[in-house]
């Protein structure tokens, strides 16, 4: 098929490339032409483990192309699936300049009849302002179509090929056949539903999993209270198959492009439908205030951060990604910076995505020996492989002073005692 996928993020990205790889046509089209040139020549604007590999063949098998011009993207086309970025507006509205703007563009360019599938996360019911648009641009023939991705940075490429389960909400059976037909070299559950629920399947999901998390953060916070260990109970409460043992990490919280702007966006949805929706305000509180929460841990121990040199590893939201967006390490630096301390950091693929937030105000170092060397405080802010079986008496001998600040839970408060560490953890005996 003839497909034009508008919009070239992570989900705008991935999803050309593997569209690409099951043989179809595939116009990837942005407006922004830096991006476009880079893609031409197979190169990614995001680091995504697997995904140049599957550009470069794409391109060599010439089924994946990049324009600035819609005209060129959609001359052919069957299938437009929007991958816009929708972000947060000051409001904590979904901003949907970027879908209105696309919307717009389709309208005047479109020239064969086409299944516009939404994939950017925008709020249910939205398509039905859309068409109002459309209707008032086009005479060509069109459908709305919502498609909701769920990959996750850092695996995106193997998400979407081996994803759990794929939505289809259509308004025919037309449009359900044809997605399911694009679909059919994928594994994974298929669901069937209407436009509005499929768009409020995408939510409720980031909702829910940013609950887990905000819910085993705050079970840690009460086991510190009571002397509980907190891995021991996640991992009692995930052996119930209802539970389930996933996403039950406590740490410093979550981050990234979707939960943060995903909660807020339905709490302020819900709000204007009618309902108020308090869980998920308290949900971002518990995340927000987890920073706080083990920075005031520390400076029990250590009186107070001025002068002192501090080492943080890792500075994107999560491992596998350079992704700086909603990351937890920019409270953490930002309230160490605030009460006088020194950064020193080092993540293996974030730098030059950190380096753009905080500029000069912190070192980045080369590697973590380097970042540690002679430092009083060591924050693991990042989940990052090569942080997870650390030399603890490599470490121990480097580092001016002992506290060991275990911002994602990794390692056993009792071995890094007997490494000579003071450990601040969260829920943790
Ligand atoms: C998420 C969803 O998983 C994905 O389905 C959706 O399409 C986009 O949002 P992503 O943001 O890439 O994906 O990352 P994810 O792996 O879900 O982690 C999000 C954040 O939660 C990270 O900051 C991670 O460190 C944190 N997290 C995750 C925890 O703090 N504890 C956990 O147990 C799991």
Redesign the pocket.
């Known amino acids: 098929m003839n497909i034009t996928v508008l919009g070239t993020g992570y989900v705008g990205i991935v999803s050309a490339a593997v569209l690409a790889d099951f043989g179809h046509n595939i116009w990837g089209l942005d407006i922004d032409p830096k991006r476009v040139e880079n893609l031409k020549k197979g190169k990614s604007p995001i680091y995504e483990p697997g995904l140049e590999e599957l550009l470069q063949k794409g391109l060599e098998n010439q089924k994946l192309q990049f324009t600035t011009d819609y005209g060129q993207a959609l001359e052919k086309t069957d299938i437009i699936f929007i991958c816009v970025g929708t972000p947060q507006a000051e409001s904590g509205e979904v901003e949907l300049k970027y879908v209105y703007s696309a919307i717009e563009q389709i309208a005047k360019n479109l020239q064969n009849p086409s299944l516009i599938v939404l994939k950017s996360t925008v709020p249910p019911g939205i398509h039905l302002k859309l068409k109002e648009i459309m209707d008032q641009n086009t005479k060509v023939s069109y459908e709305f179509a919502s498609t909701p991705?769920?990959?996750?940075?850092?695996t995106a490429v193997s998400d979407t090929f081996n994803p759990d389960r794929i939505i289809i909400g259509t308004e025919s059976e037309k449009a359900q056949n044809t997605l399911l037909e694009i679909h059919k070299g994928l594994p994974g559950k298929r669901l069937c539903t209407d436009i509005i629920s499929a768009q409020m399947i995408k939510y409720a999901?980031?909702s829910f999993?940013a609950c887990?998390?905000s819910f085993?953060n705050a079970i840690a916070r009460i086991c510190d209270l009571l002397g509980a260990n907190v891995l021991d109970v996640m991992q009692g409460i995930g052996m119930d198959n209802r539970i389930g043992e996933?996403?039950?990490?406590?740490?410093?919280?979550?981050?990234?492009?979707?939960?943060p702007k995903d909660i807020k966006g339905l709490y302020f949805l819900s709000k204007q439908a009618g309902y108020d929706f308090k869980l998920l305000d308290e949900v971002s509180e518990i995340n927000d205030s987890q920073v706080a929460y083990y920075l005031t841990k520390t400076e029990k121990i250590i009186g107070n951060f001025a002068d002192k040199n501090i080492t943080i590893l890792g500075l994107a939201?999560?491992p596998d990604?350079d992704d700086m967006r909603e990351?937890?390490t920019i409270p953490l630096v930002n309230e160490l910076l605030e009460k006088g301390a020194k950064i020193t950091a080092y993540d293996p693929i974030a730098t030059e995505t950190a380096k753009v937030v905080f500029g000069d105000k912190i070192i980045y170092a080369k590697d973590k020996f380097e970042a540690i060397r002679d430092c009083d405080i060591l924050i693991l802010a990042?989940?990052w492989n090569e942080f997870k079986n650390m030399d603890l008496v490599k470490i121990k001998q480097l580092m001016k002073g002992n506290i060991f600040v275990d911002g994602?839970n990794l390692y056993n408060p009792k071995d890094l005692k007997q490494f000579g560490f003071v450990y601040v953890g969260i829920g943790r005996i």
């Open positions: 991705e769920f990959l996750r940075e850092g999901s980031n999993l887990k998390i085993a996933k996403f039950l990490s406590p740490g410093l919280g979550f981050g990234g492009s979707c939960f939201f999560k990604t990351s937890r990042t989940d994602r």
